[in-house]
Protein backbone atom coordinates (compact mmCIF):
# COMPACT_ATOMS: atom_id res chain seq x y z
CA UNK A 1 0.00 0.00 0.00
CA UNK A 2 1.13 3.84 -0.79
CA UNK A 3 0.67 4.69 2.84
CA UNK A 4 2.32 2.12 4.42
CA UNK A 5 5.65 3.26 3.12
CA UNK A 6 7.76 5.16 5.51
CA UNK A 7 10.88 8.12 4.84
CA UNK A 8 13.42 8.41 8.09
CA UNK A 9 15.09 12.43 7.75
CA UNK A 10 17.77 13.02 9.75
CA UNK A 11 18.73 16.56 10.06
CA UNK A 12 22.67 16.76 11.36
CA UNK A 13 24.42 19.74 12.36
CA UNK A 14 28.41 19.79 11.64
CA UNK A 15 31.19 19.15 13.50
CA UNK A 16 32.99 21.88 15.60
CA UNK A 17 35.11 24.51 13.15
CA UNK A 18 37.74 26.62 13.50
CA UNK A 19 37.10 29.82 14.32
CA UNK A 20 39.81 32.59 15.73
CA UNK A 21 38.24 33.87 19.43
CA UNK A 22 36.87 36.56 18.95
CA UNK A 23 35.81 36.07 15.28
CA UNK A 24 32.01 36.02 13.54
CA UNK A 25 31.98 32.95 12.01
CA UNK A 26 32.43 32.91 8.19
CA UNK A 27 33.60 29.49 6.61
CA UNK A 28 35.78 27.60 8.47
CA UNK A 29 36.65 24.23 7.88
CA UNK A 30 36.28 21.57 11.07
CA UNK A 31 38.55 21.55 13.95
CA UNK A 32 40.94 18.20 15.47
CA UNK A 33 37.71 17.90 17.99
CA UNK A 34 35.27 18.49 15.23
CA UNK A 35 36.56 15.93 12.32
CA UNK A 36 36.47 13.46 15.76
CA UNK A 37 32.69 14.01 15.84
CA UNK A 38 32.23 13.52 12.78
CA UNK A 39 34.12 10.32 12.76
CA UNK A 40 31.94 9.58 15.86
CA UNK A 41 29.19 10.64 13.68
CA UNK A 42 29.53 8.75 10.97
CA UNK A 43 30.36 5.27 13.16
CA UNK A 44 26.61 6.27 14.31
CA UNK A 45 25.00 6.79 10.90
CA UNK A 46 27.09 3.26 9.71
CA UNK A 47 24.13 1.32 11.52
CA UNK A 48 21.80 3.43 9.23
CA UNK A 49 21.37 2.52 5.21
CA UNK A 50 21.09 5.83 3.67
CA UNK A 51 20.25 6.29 0.29
CA UNK A 52 20.69 9.87 0.03
CA UNK A 53 23.51 12.62 1.32
CA UNK A 54 22.67 16.13 1.28
CA UNK A 55 24.91 18.77 2.63
CA UNK A 56 25.41 22.53 2.71
CA UNK A 57 28.55 23.85 0.49
CA UNK A 58 29.93 25.44 3.30
CA UNK A 59 33.66 23.67 4.25
CA UNK A 60 32.56 22.99 7.88
CA UNK A 61 29.23 20.64 6.84
CA UNK A 62 31.27 19.51 3.23
CA UNK A 63 33.99 17.99 5.33
CA UNK A 64 31.03 16.15 8.24
CA UNK A 65 29.00 14.75 5.26
CA UNK A 66 32.60 13.31 3.43
CA UNK A 67 33.61 11.64 6.41
CA UNK A 68 30.16 10.36 6.51
CA UNK A 69 30.39 9.32 3.25
CA UNK A 70 32.98 6.82 3.31
CA UNK A 71 31.97 5.15 5.91
CA UNK A 72 29.16 3.75 2.90
CA UNK A 73 30.52 4.57 -0.06
CA UNK A 74 27.43 7.16 -0.37
CA UNK A 75 27.66 10.17 -3.84
CA UNK A 76 27.56 13.65 -1.62
CA UNK A 77 25.38 16.03 -3.45
CA UNK A 78 26.01 19.52 -2.05
CA UNK A 79 23.37 22.50 -2.23
CA UNK A 80 24.30 26.20 -2.27
CA UNK A 81 20.85 26.91 -0.47
CA UNK A 82 21.06 24.81 2.69
CA UNK A 83 24.08 27.30 3.48
CA UNK A 84 23.97 29.12 7.05
CA UNK A 85 22.14 32.55 7.26
CA UNK A 86 24.42 35.38 5.49
CA UNK A 87 25.74 37.31 8.00
CA UNK A 88 26.54 40.04 5.39
CA UNK A 89 30.13 42.55 6.27
CA UNK A 90 30.00 41.22 9.69
CA UNK A 91 31.33 37.14 8.33
CA UNK A 92 34.88 36.84 9.55
CA UNK A 93 35.26 39.90 11.57
CA UNK A 94 36.03 40.27 15.19
CA UNK A 95 34.17 41.20 17.59
CA UNK A 96 35.90 44.52 18.47
CA UNK A 97 35.94 45.82 14.63
CA UNK A 98 31.98 44.71 14.09
CA UNK A 99 31.23 46.95 17.05
CA UNK A 100 33.53 50.12 16.29
CA UNK A 101 32.28 50.07 12.85
CA UNK A 102 28.72 49.01 12.91
CA UNK A 103 27.98 49.86 16.81
CA UNK A 104 25.52 52.09 16.37
CA UNK A 105 22.91 49.76 14.14
CA UNK A 106 22.99 46.93 16.39
CA UNK A 107 22.39 49.38 19.52
CA UNK A 108 19.74 49.47 17.58
CA UNK A 109 18.97 46.21 16.15
CA UNK A 110 20.57 43.63 18.69
CA UNK A 111 19.15 40.62 16.81
CA UNK A 112 17.77 40.06 13.08
CA UNK A 113 13.76 39.91 13.31
CA UNK A 114 11.77 38.97 9.78
CA UNK A 115 11.86 42.53 8.47
CA UNK A 116 15.70 43.39 8.74
CA UNK A 117 19.38 41.40 9.50
CA UNK A 118 22.42 41.51 9.54
CA UNK A 119 24.32 44.15 7.74
CA UNK A 120 24.39 43.84 3.98
CA UNK A 121 23.31 40.42 5.23
CA UNK A 122 20.31 38.00 4.63
CA UNK A 123 16.66 38.98 6.98
CA UNK A 124 15.13 35.83 8.36
CA UNK A 125 12.29 35.83 6.30
CA UNK A 126 14.80 35.56 3.07
CA UNK A 127 16.83 32.66 4.97
CA UNK A 128 13.54 30.90 6.07
CA UNK A 129 11.93 30.75 2.39
CA UNK A 130 15.25 29.79 0.74
CA UNK A 131 15.81 26.97 3.18
CA UNK A 132 12.08 25.42 3.53
CA UNK A 133 11.91 26.43 -0.57
CA UNK A 134 14.94 23.61 -1.28
CA UNK A 135 13.87 21.37 1.55
CA UNK A 136 10.35 21.09 -0.05
CA UNK A 137 12.09 20.82 -3.49
CA UNK A 138 14.80 18.37 -2.95
CA UNK A 139 14.06 16.45 -0.39
CA UNK A 140 10.59 16.48 1.16
CA UNK A 141 8.06 16.53 -2.22
CA UNK A 142 10.66 13.30 -4.02
CA UNK A 143 10.99 11.22 -0.74
CA UNK A 144 8.11 11.91 2.12
CA UNK A 145 5.65 8.68 0.12
CA UNK A 146 9.09 6.25 -0.26
CA UNK A 147 10.87 3.97 1.50
CA UNK A 148 13.88 6.18 1.91
CA UNK A 149 16.87 7.17 4.69
CA UNK A 150 18.11 10.81 3.68
CA UNK A 151 20.43 12.53 5.56
CA UNK A 152 20.88 16.76 5.77
CA UNK A 153 24.38 17.85 6.93
CA UNK A 154 23.92 21.57 7.45
CA UNK A 155 23.55 24.45 10.61
CA UNK A 156 21.85 25.18 13.40
CA UNK A 157 19.87 27.84 11.78
CA UNK A 158 19.49 25.63 8.94
CA UNK A 159 17.88 22.80 11.16
CA UNK A 160 16.23 25.05 13.07
CA UNK A 161 14.15 26.41 10.33
CA UNK A 162 13.49 23.11 8.55
CA UNK A 163 11.57 22.23 12.07
CA UNK A 164 9.50 25.17 12.29
CA UNK A 165 8.56 24.75 9.25
CA UNK A 166 6.86 21.80 10.07
CA UNK A 167 5.42 23.27 12.80
CA UNK A 168 3.56 25.84 10.86
CA UNK A 169 5.83 28.18 12.81
CA UNK A 170 8.80 31.00 10.49
CA UNK A 171 11.89 31.88 11.57
CA UNK A 172 12.17 35.12 13.20
CA UNK A 173 16.52 34.66 13.84
CA UNK A 174 16.39 33.05 17.15
CA UNK A 175 17.57 29.27 17.29
CA UNK A 176 14.28 28.35 19.04
CA UNK A 177 15.77 24.93 18.96
CA UNK A 178 19.39 23.82 20.30
CA UNK A 179 21.60 21.91 18.10
CA UNK A 180 25.00 21.13 19.39
CA UNK A 181 27.84 20.19 17.30
CA UNK A 182 27.40 16.69 15.40
CA UNK A 183 23.87 16.77 17.15
CA UNK A 184 21.34 14.85 15.02
CA UNK A 185 16.95 15.47 14.45
CA UNK A 186 15.13 13.07 13.30
CA UNK A 187 11.87 13.59 11.34
CA UNK A 188 9.94 10.37 9.31
CA UNK A 189 6.32 10.29 7.02
CA UNK A 190 4.47 7.84 8.08
CA UNK A 191 1.02 7.34 6.47
CA UNK A 192 2.52 10.55 4.34
CA UNK A 193 2.23 12.58 7.33
CA UNK A 194 5.79 14.02 9.13
CA UNK A 195 6.48 13.71 12.35
CA UNK A 196 9.46 14.53 14.81
CA UNK A 197 11.04 11.87 16.38
CA UNK A 198 13.81 13.43 18.52
CA UNK A 199 16.00 16.79 18.48
CA UNK A 200 19.69 17.12 18.94
CA UNK A 201 20.74 12.95 20.23
CA UNK A 202 24.10 13.45 20.37
CA UNK A 203 24.61 10.20 22.29
CA UNK A 204 27.16 9.03 19.91
CA UNK A 205 29.62 11.64 21.00
CA UNK A 206 29.76 10.47 25.06
CA UNK A 207 32.98 8.70 25.05
CA UNK A 208 34.27 11.41 23.08
CA UNK A 209 33.21 14.23 25.80
CA UNK A 210 34.82 11.60 28.30
CA UNK A 211 38.27 11.69 26.98
CA UNK A 212 38.23 15.45 25.91
CA UNK A 213 36.71 16.36 30.03
Known sequence: MLFSRKMDLYLIRHG???????????????SKLGKKQ???L????????????????LIRAQQTAEIICKS????LKLEDRFREMDLG???????????????DYLRTR???????GYVNGEIPEQFHDRVTGAF??????????SDTNVVLVAH????????????GLRFDGYLTFMVDYAGISKIDARHGRPRIRYINDTNHLNDLRLHTS
Open 72 to 75: QSLQ
Open 110 to 116: PYPKMEY
Open 89 to 103: HLAGMSEDKVFERYG
Open 156 to 167: GGVICSIMLHFL
Open 16 to 30: ESVIPKGTIQKDFPL
Open 38 to 40: ATA
Open 42 to 57: AQRMSLISIDYLFSSP
Open 136 to 145: EEIIWQPFYL
